[in-house]
């Protein structure tokens, strides 16, 4: 059974420019409510992070989750009051704590503070890291140089490999699946607080890579059909194209996924925001190369040929009719 893309391409453009829209109102929230489009680590803002978790080994101690009001009465008692709070782990026996650059005094006086309010916490658990904000705005401009880059390299690529309007359409698509991925970190750091951070960049640029290659197999195709079947209408041919590479690709698709679901299940806090990247661009990599830019493809060289014809059609001579009468 022979599957068209071609025919249903509204349907697949209307969820695409749905998801969109609610990425771009996501991040505007975001922007009022944390002074960015996506909630920053302290990889981009600079300060200190300080991680604790209970001692469960300490008797009763862990029987009730930690509450958060408890650990903001002693944050804003240390005159820490912009701070960010979290409460982590499964049974909530952990805080996350980001707030402005401390020493070590001060990070020193925190702990003990936050020890006699909440209870004792385990040492092989604890974690701070410190950022300099000056480090934090070089990592976020080498990463969106990085960007620029990879997608200019692209244009470039796909430009000589096949012809500038194929570039455009692929960037496109492309834009379609980092804007999806950024929408939904942004509605993730709304709600749960989800952060972002030096990984993120890289699981964006890994997921242009993807997401290019998947579509150049389809190109490829696309272009290997055109010239052994001039004649065959752009709709037709992209629909062939489809189906001739639509098991490669889901097989694909589903072999890395499988590994991306190991990695966010099995490999730890630090790569599993990593992982849940690449799951959702993955995602939207191999959805957008079948059904957006084999179809934008379409669709554009569709009107071209029809404003070739009008533009070649030679205009009726009515002088001659007109003497006649």
Not at 26 to 33: D, G, K, N, P
Not at 80 to 90: A, D, E, H, K, R
């Amino acid at each position: 059974m022979k599957f068209s893309v071609i025919k249903r391409r509204k349907i697949w453009w209307t969820i695409s420019a749905t998801l969109m829209i609610v990425s771009i109102v996501a991040m505007v929230i975001s922007w009022q409510q944390l002074g960015a489009p996506l909630r920053p680590s302290l990889d981009f803002v600079g300060g200190t992070r300080l991680q604790f978790e209970r001692d469960c080994t300490q008797p009763n101690s862990c029987t009730q989750p930690i509450e958060i009001s408890h650990v903001r009465e002693v944050v804003d008692a240390e005159k820490l009051n912009n701070s960010s709070i979290q409460v982590v782990g499964q049974k909530q026996q952990g805080i996350s704590i980001r707030t402005k650059t401390l020493n070590v005094d001060q990070r020193t006086q925190l702990q003990a503070a936050l020890s006699d309010k909440i209870g004792a916490f385990n040492p092989k658990a604890t974690q701070i890291d410190t950022v300099g904000p000056t480090l934090g705005r070089q990592l976020f401009t080498q990463g969106l140089l990085a960007l620029i880059v990879s997608f200019a390299g692209i244009v470039i690529y796909l430009s000589v490999r096949f012809q500038v309007d194929y570039a455009v359409i692929a960037i496109l698509a492309l834009f379609h699946d980092v804007l999806i991925t950024l929408g939904v970190f942004s509605i993730l750091g709304l709600v749960v607080g989800i952060e972002v951070d030096s990984l993120f960049v890289v699981a964006i640029l890994t997921i242009t890579g993807f997401s290019v290659t998947d579509t150049v197999v389809i190109y490829d195709r696309i272009r290997e059909i055109l010239n052994q079947h001039p004649g065959d209408g752009i709709d037709k041919v992209v629909d062939d194209a489809i189906n001739q590479t639509l098991t490669r690709s889901i097989n694909t698709t589903l072999t890395v996924l499988l590994t991306l679901f190991s990695l966010f299940l099995f490999g730890g806090e630090t790569l599993r925001n990593f992982a849940l990247a690449l799951i959702i661009g993955f995602t939207m990599g191999a959805y957008s190369s079948i059904f957006i830019a084999s179809t934008l493809l379409a669709w554009w060289r569709e009107g071209r040929s029809q404003s070739q014809v009008i533009d070649n059609t030679e205009p009726i001579d009515t002088s001659a009719s007109s003497q006649d009468s």
